[in-house]
């Protein structure tokens, strides 16, 4: 299997502000987010990083999209470092996530155009991609419709669709059916399966079991911004993904709440 | 391609929403409007006392003083012992004017004459003489005023614009750069849309220049469009009449546009970079307002302290309020002008820089 995505030993470590080490009243001023991540994820296959909320998926996403550096460690997506050639990590990945908004003011239209651009891509495979993609998802009777003015349903397809615009080898998606209604989520699951078969590369974080026994080939259990598990979803599973969960979570935190 | 789609889309942003257009625009019509309105009654209603130096006698004196009167204005009559004097006082603003009767004035007779000196630059001064001059044309004068200014034209013009357009300019430079530069940097950071385009693979430089270039052109029309309306209500304003404008030469012209020109990207960058820095809109506005009073003041200070040395010239913005007060008395400060352009472009490009920084800094950018 070809090797698409490798995460060697990631650390991202962030700094409470003193409002924060109240809330949490805590008096450490630094906190660990992600703690010597590695894994690796093939061609074709998607990969599920599942953890509770502030397990540090998506500060682990985060860094392999280059939104953020890691303060130790690489990782290698099509080859290229996240450290040292940032840019090109960014034409070879389409990153969904609900801190990446769209400009309310403009319609679907001209931002898969816009974005199109962004990624260098010729006008003339936007016009394609655009076709295809808006009627895969019905966003064609709203292209022209501002942003502002449509559902959360339908602006979740609006921005899977942006995020692939360039045709990404790796995608990576941060709770992709989040606040979605079933209709919408099962639009989305069944366009990732979709992505895998055309050899694509995926790489989803989620906290609903259910979703990675669905759709992943791979999982990884991530705790305290630790790699607790990893293997294929029988390997990792061992027969009931649920309860291994709970287990490997009150090894290390030693109780659920 | 992607620099040039990111400039567009700035100006679609702005040229496909009306009420952004009017927003930039309306301040110069309204300046205009509001200081033609405001010109219109400070020069109408006002109760007047006027003290004028009188050599001679006459019963127009009297004459003088009841239509003056009627309006519930008041003269005071001062001996002329000394022209010269009496001159330099109204020049000063200290005496309205100096009426002198011929000796044995007769309304009527061959050699009577009427001389008046008065103050083209002072509206109680330019109402005096209008006032007698009717007062004589009405009695059946049968000879012609000797009228005499102490100012030239197009000098009071220049005088009173030097002083208070460069300060305003730059008010409304800042204002029209404020108004789209904080809603397109910290606006699009607040909402999340900055991170979506970071997350692109477009350089960080071009995404800088992709918002200083168009927002720049944007902010032009709204600094033009506020210089417009000041420019030609101000002549109203102070009781001028707006031919003196067409005394400035096309070179004059161009130079006062060479120095707004260099002046809306240095302010855009630094607002651009203030915007970066800020979480907010609101965060933006209050340290943008803090730059705001901070240039208005020493833009003041500039406008009325002319002799403040060469060192000036390499202060970015308050080089170009010299430059602009050197131009419109009437002045050709080529050297200076050119001088305050290359210095306003460095400092501009020094500042693009800093937000091209700014937007690959992680912990400005997704700090919370």
Same mark, same amino acid.
């Given at each position: 299997m070809e090797e698409i995505v490798r995460a060697e030993g990631l650390k991202k470590t962030f700094t409470l502000s003193k409002k924060q080490q109240r809330i949490e009243k805590t008096g450490e001023t630094r906190r660990v987010a992600v703690n010597g991540l590695s894994f690796s994820a093939y061609r074709g296959e998607i990969y599920g990083l599942l953890g509770p909320n502030g397990a540090g998926k998506t500060t682990a996403l985060r860094m392999l999209s280059t939104l953020i550096r890691p303060d130790e460690g690489d990782a290698f997506l099509c080859g290229h470092s996240i450290v040292k050639e940032p840019e090109r990590v960014r034409d070879v990945v389409g990153f969904l996530t609900s801190d990446l908004k769209l400009e309310g003011f403009f319609t679907p239209d001209y931002l898969f155009g816009f974005f199109g651009a962004m990624h260098g891509v010729e006008k003339q495979v936007v016009a394609e991609r655009k076709r295809e993609l808006f009627a895969r998802f019905g966003?064609?009777?709203?292209?022209?419709?501002?942003?502002?003015?449509?559902?959360?349903?339908?602006?979740?397809?609006?921005?899977?669709v942006i995020s692939i615009v360039h045709d990404p080898e790796v995608v990576i998606f941060d709770e992709p059916t989040n606040g979605l209604d079933v209709l919408t989520a099962k639009v989305v699951t069944d366009f990732l399966c979709e992505l895998k078969a055309m050899g694509k590369s995926i790489l989803l974080s989620t906290h609903i079991f259910s979703l990675v026994e669905k759709l992943c080939d791979r999982v990884g259990i991530i705790i305290d911004g630790k790699l607790a598990a990893e293997g294929t979803l029988e390997e990792v599973a061992m027969g009931n993904l649920e309860e291994t969960f709970f287990r490997m979570y009150r090894e290390r935190k030693g109780e659920i709440v | 391609m992607k620099l040039i789609a990111l400039m567009k889309k700035e100006f679609h942003r702005f040229f496909h929403d009306p009420r952004l257009i009017i927003t930039m625009l309306l301040p110069g019509v309204l300046i205009f409007l509001l200081y033609t309105f405001i010109g219109e009654i400070a020069h109408s209603d006002d109760r007047r006392e006027f003290k004028v130096y009188l050599s001679g006698s006459s019963a127009v004196v009297a004459v003088i003083e009841q239509t003056l009167s009627e309006n519930e204005d008041k003269v005071e009559w001062l001996p002329l012992e000394d022209e010269e004097a009496a001159r330099a006082a109204v020049r000063d603003g200290e005496a309205t004017a100096i009426l002198k009767f011929s000796e044995n004035f007769d309304l009527f007779g061959e050699d009577a004459s009427v001389g008046i000196i008065y103050d083209n630059g002072s509206e109680d001064s330019t109402y005096f003489y209008s006032v007698v001059s009717s007062i004589l044309?009405?009695?059946?004068?049968?000879?012609?005023?000797?009228?005499?200014?102490?100012?030239?034209?197009?000098?009071?013009?220049?005088?009173?614009?030097?002083?208070?357009?460069?300060?305003?300019?730059?008010?409304?430079?800042?204002?029209?750069?404020?108004?789209?530069?904080?809603?397109?940097?910290?606006?699009?950071?607040?909402?999340?849309?900055?991170?979506?385009?970071?997350?692109?693979?477009?350089?960080? =430089?071009?995404?800088? %220049? @992709?918002?200083?270039?168009?927002? &720049?052109? $944007?902010? +032009? /029309?709204?600094?033009?469009? !506020?210089?417009?309306?000041?420019?030609?209500?101000?002549?109203?304003?102070?009781?001028? =009449?707006?031919?003196? %404008? @067409?005394?400035?030469?096309?070179? &004059?012209? $161009?130079? +006062? /546009?060479?120095?707004?020109? !260099?002046?809306v990207p240095l302010i855009v960058s630094a607002i651009a970079a203030v915007s970066a820095l800020s979480r907010s809109v609101k965060e933006a506005s209050a340290y943008t307002g803090v730059l705001m009073i901070f240039t208005m003041v020493l833009s003041i200070v500039t406008s009325f302290l002319p002799a403040m040395g060469s060192w000036i010239s390499?202060?970015?913005?308050?080089?170009?309020?010299?430059?602009?007060?050197?131009?419109?008395?009437?002045?050709?400060?080529?050297?200076?002008?050119?001088?305050?352009?290359?210095?306003?472009?460095?400092?501009?490009?020094?500042?693009?820089?800093?937000?091209?920084?700014?937007?690959?800094?992680?912990?400005?950018?997704?700090?919370?």
């Open positions: 966003i064609d009777k709203f292209a022209e419709v501002p942003v502002k003015d449509l559902s959360t349903g339908m602006l979740q397809k609006i921005s899977l | 044309i009405g009695v059946g004068m049968r000879f012609p005023i000797e009228a005499e200014t102490v100012k030239e034209d197009a000098a009071i013009g220049a005088e009173i614009l030097s002083g208070l357009l460069p300060m305003l300019i730059v008010c409304f430079i800042f204002s029209a750069c404020m108004s789209v530069t904080l809603e397109s940097v910290a606006g699009e950071k607040e909402r999340g849309t900055l991170s979506t385009i970071l997350v692109t693979s477009a350089k960080r =430089s071009h995404i800088a %220049l @992709g918002k200083i270039i168009p927002l &720049s052109c $944007i902010s +032009m /029309l709204g600094a033009l469009s !506020s210089f417009l309306g000041v420019a030609l209500s101000m002549p109203k304003l102070m009781g001028l =009449s707006l031919g003196f %404008l @067409g005394g400035y030469s096309v070179w &004059s012209y $161009i130079l +006062m /546009l060479v120095l707004i020109l !260099s002046t390499a202060v970015p913005i308050f080089n170009a309020v010299v430059s602009m007060q050197g131009i419109l008395k009437g002045e050709l400060p080529v050297l200076t002008s050119l001088l305050s352009l290359g210095i306003n472009l460095v400092y501009t490009a020094l500042l693009v820089f800093i937000l091209t920084k700014l937007l690959s800094s992680e912990r400005i950018m997704f700090g919370k």
